[in-house]
C-alpha cells in the first residue's frame, strides 16, 4: 500500500503539492486550478466557436445566436471604440453635471432610474415568507472598497486599495474632460459620499446571515423615509402598482437615508454619480477606458494584465446573453447520459439524507418528519434548463449603435422585466445559474438545487471515473447543496421555500449548538497573512460538513467504495493557485473557507478518514474526538 504519511499529515498538499509547484496563473486571471480549469476548458471551447460562428464556419440552431454574434463583433470592433472615445456616456456626464439639487433629481426620477447610478437599489422578487409572490425589496448602494472593515484606520490593505482606486479615478475623470482641478475636487467629493455610506451599510459577516434582509416595512413608511426623494412615488411609477409593503433588505441606511442626503452633502453626491456613470461604463468605451477602468480590479484580484480584446467582447456577448449561451453549451457539451447518470446521484443523495435524518439522534420525531418532507420537495435542475427565458426575444443589437448604447439598452429590458414581476406569479421554473457556469447553488426561497453542465467534468465528474472518485468530486458538491437545505440559513424555510420556523424550541437550540461549533472550529485559522472569520464562513462549512459526510455514505453503498480514492478526489477539487491579493479579498469577503481549508478540515471530522489513512495523535491531520463536529 502507498504510504500514508504525507495524508495524516496535510490531504491538501499530499494531493495537490506536485501540481501546485508547475502550477501557473494566467497573466490575465487571479486563480489557476480545480474550479478554474473548468471555467477555462468551457471559455476556450466557446470562444472558439464564437469566432467560427462570426467566420460563418460553423452553424448554430437558435436563432437568437445570432444577436450574440451580432454583440460579439460590435465589442470586437476596437477601431470604432478608440474612435468614438467616451462621446457614447457624454449625454449622461451632462444630465448629472446639470443636475440643480434633490428636487431636480426626484422629478426625474423613475426616468433616471432606469439609466444612470442612483443612492439606493431597487428589486423584485419572491416574498421570503410567502414564496408564490412577488415583492419589492430595497438595498443600499455598494462601496468603492470591498466591505466595512477596509475603511478603518488601521487596515493597511484598504489603504492601498483605496490609494489606487484614487490613481485610477483621477485619471477617469481627467480622460472625459475634466481639468485635474475639477477632477480632484469631484474624486474628493464622490469619496466623500462614499465615506458616508460606511456607518449604515452591512459588512459581509452582515449578510452571510441571509434571512437578516428580510425587513418588511409598510409602504407608507418606506415612502416617508427620505424627505429628498419621494421613494414611494418612484416605486409605484417602476411597477404600476401599490405594494402593500417594501422588504427593507438594509434597515440601519434607510432609516438614516436623511443623514445622507443632506443639503450639504448633495454637491458629494452628485460626484459621486457623475463619476458612477464613468466606473460603470469605461469597459464598454475605448481601449484606454477599458484598460484605465480595470486597475483598480487587477489591484483588487491580484491579475496581471487585462483581457484581451477578443476575450473581453467574448465575456460582454456570453455574459448578456447568459441562458441563450447556456442553452448552446448544455446541448453541445453535455449529453443525455450524463445528464441521467448525475440526476441518478442527486436522487441517491437525497435518499442517503433521508436515511441519516431517520437515525438522527438529537432531532425530535417531530422535526424529523418535516425535514423529510422538505427532501422530498427539493426540485432538481441538471445540465441546462427546459427553456430561455422569454426576455432574450426582446434582445436585439443595433450594430448602427455604439456598443455602450446597446449594453444599455439590454439592461434597461433587463431592468424592467424584473419590476414587471411584480405583477406576474413567481416563476419556479427559472434558473439561477447558465449551464456554462462552474458552480452549483440551493436556493432556500424555491427549495431547489441546480448542477450546471459546466461543472459536470473531471475531476469533479465523468463517466470514466469511479463511483468513489465521483462522489468525492461532484457527490459531494450536490450533498453539499442539499445541506445548504439544513445550514443556519437554509434550515429557517420550510418546503415551498417560506420562511417559516418548522423546528421545535429544543432541537433549534442543539442546531444552533453545533453551528457554533462550526464557526469555532475555523475562526482564527491561519491564511494568507490573516485569519478566517468563523462566523462569515459558517453557512458554507455546515454544507461542506453534510456533504462530505453523506457523500461518504454513499460511497460505502456502491458496489466497490474506494474510500482512499473518495478523499484523495475531494481534496482535488479544491486545488487552486491563486495571488496574494485574491486569496486575502476571499478571506476578507467570501463566505466560503479558502479551499485548502475545505479540503483539510472536514475530513478531520470523519472516522472513516482516520481508518483509511492510518491518521493519529500527533499527526497533522489528526483531531481530538471531542473536537470533531458532526451536524449531519
Not at 63 to 90: C, N, S, T, W
Not at 223 to 246: F, N, R
Not at 344 to 364: E, F, G, H, P
Not at 366 to 376: G, M, N, P, S, Y
Request: one cysteine or more.
Amino acid at each position: 500500500m502507498e504510504n500514508n504519511t504525507a495524508y495524516r499529515n496535510d490531504l491538501y498538499e499530499a494531493v495537490n503539492g506536485q501540481w501546485a509547484k508547475t502550477a501557473v496563473i494566467p497573466d490575465d486571471k487571479a486563480t489557476t486550478g480545480g474550479f478554474a480549469d473548468l471555467a477555462d476548458d468551457v471559455e476556450k471551447k466557446l470562444m472558439a466557436d464564437l469566432a467560427a460562428f462570426e467566420a460563418g464556419t460553423k452553424t448554430y440552431d437558435n436563432p437568437l445566436m445570432a444577436e450574440v454574434v451580432k454583440l460579439y463583433r460590435l465589442a470586437k470592433d476596437f477601431d470604432r471604440r478608440d474612435q468614438e472615445g467616451y462621446q457614447p456616456i457624454q449625454g449622461e456626464l451632462d444630465r448629472v453635471q446639470a443636475l440643480e439639487g434633490y428636487l431636480d433629481l426626484a422629478q426625474q426620477l423613475p426616468d433616471w432610474y432606469k439609466d444612470l447610478p442612483t443612492p439606493f437599489g431597487l428589486q423584485v422578487d419572491a416574498d421570503m415568507k410567502d414564496t408564490a409572490k412577488n415583492v419589492v425589496y430595497a438595498f443600499a448602494p455598494s462601496l468603492y472598497l470591498p466591505d466595512k472593515p477596509y475603511y478603518e484606520a488601521d487596515n493597511e490593505n484598504g489603504q492601498q486599495l483605496l490609494a489606487v482606486f484614487e490613481q485610477m479615478s483621477l485619471k477617469l475623470l481627467q480622460m472625459v474632460g475634466l481639468s485635474e482641478t475639477t477632477a480632484q475636487t469631484t474624486l474628493k467629493q464622490a469619496l466623500a459620499f462614499d465615506r458616508s455610506l460606511v456607518p449604515y451599510v452591512k459588512s459581509a459577516e452582515d449578510w452571510a446571515d441571509y434571512t437578516s434582509m428580510y425587513n418588511p416595512v409598510d409602504f407608507a413608511t418606506f415612502s416617508h423615509y427620505s424627505a429628498q426623494l419621494d421613494l414611494g412615488q418612484l416605486v409605484t411609477t417602476l411597477i404600476q402598482a401599490t405594494p402593500e409593503a417594501v422588504i427593507v433588505a438594509e434597515p440601519n441606511f434607510y432609516q438614516n437615508i436623511d443623514a445622507i442626503l443632506t443639503d450639504e452633502n448633495f454637491e458629494n453626491l452628485k460626484s459621486w454619480l457623475y463619476l458612477g456613470v464613468i466606473l460603470g461604463s469605461a469597459g464598454s468605451l475605448s481601449e484606454d477606458f477599458r484598460q484605465t477602468g480595470g486597475i483598480y480590479h487587477r489591484a483588487l484580484s491580484g491579475s496581471k494584465v487585462a483581457m484581451s480584446q477578443t476575450k473581453a467582447a467574448y465575456y460582454t456577448a456570453t455574459n448578456r446573453f447568459s441562458q441563450v449561451v447556456g442553452d448552446y453549451y448544455g446541448k453541445t457539451y453535455f449529453g443525455p447520459e450524463a445528464r441521467a447518470d448525475v440526476t441518478q446521484m442527486v436522487t441517491t443523495m437525497i435518499a442517503v439524507y433521508k436515511r441519516r435524518l431517520a437515525q438522527n439522534d438529537w432531532l425530535s420525531a417531530d422535526t424529523k418528519e418535516k425535514a423529510i418532507v422538505k427532501l422530498d420537495k427539493i426540485v432538481i435542475k441538471v445540465g441546462y434548463p427546459e427553456k430561455i427565458k422569454a426576455i432574450y426575444q426582446k434582445f436585439h443589437i443595433d450594430e448602427h449603435k455604439s456598443l455602450y448604447e446597446n449594453l444599455e439598452n439590454l439592461s434597461r429590458l433587463v431592468l424592467e422585466d424584473n419590476l414587471d414581476r411584480f405583477n406576474r406569479p413567481v416563476d419556479r421554473t427559472e434558473w439561477g445559474m447558465p449551464a456554462q457556469m462552474v458552480n452549483a447553488m440551493y436556493d432556500p426561497s424555491k427549495n431547489d438545487i441546480t448542477f450546471p453542465a459546466a461543472i459536470l467534468q473531471a475531476p469533479f465528474y465523468s463517466l470514466k471515473q469511479t463511483a468513489s472518485e465521483n462522489y468525492g468530486g461532484i457527490g459531494a458538491v450536490i450533498a453539499h447543496e442539499i445541506s445548504h437545505a439544513f445550514d443556519n440559513n437554509g434550515a429557517k424555510f420550510d418546503e415551498y421555500g417560506n420562511l417559516n420556523n418548522w423546528w421545535t424550541e429544543a432541537d433549534y437550540a442543539k442546531f444552533k449548538q453545533l453551528t457554533q461549533a462550526t464557526i469555532d472550529q475555523f475562526d482564527g485559522l491561519p491564511f494568507a497573512g490573516g485569519k478566517v472569520n468563523g462566523k462569515l464562513v459558517v453557512s458554507e462549512n455546515v454544507a461542506d460538513a453534510g456533504g462530505l459526510s453523506c457523500a461518504l455514505e454513499a460511497t460505502k453503498q456502491t458496489a466497490d467504495p474506494d474510500l482512499r480514492a473518495f478523499f484523495i478526489n475531494w481534496a482535488r477539487i479544491w486545488r487552486m493557485a491563486a495571488t496574494t491579493q485574491y486569496q486575502q479579498l476571499r478571506l476578507a469577503t467570501d463566505v466560503h473557507a479558502p479551499n485548502v481549508l475545505r479540503a483539510n478540515v472536514q475530513p478531520k471530522n470523519l472516522e472513516e478518514f482516520y481508518d483509511t489513512f492510518g491518521v493519529v495523535a500527533g499527526d497533522g491531520m489528526y483531531l481530538a474526538p471531542k473536537d470533531r463536529v458532526k451536524i449531519w
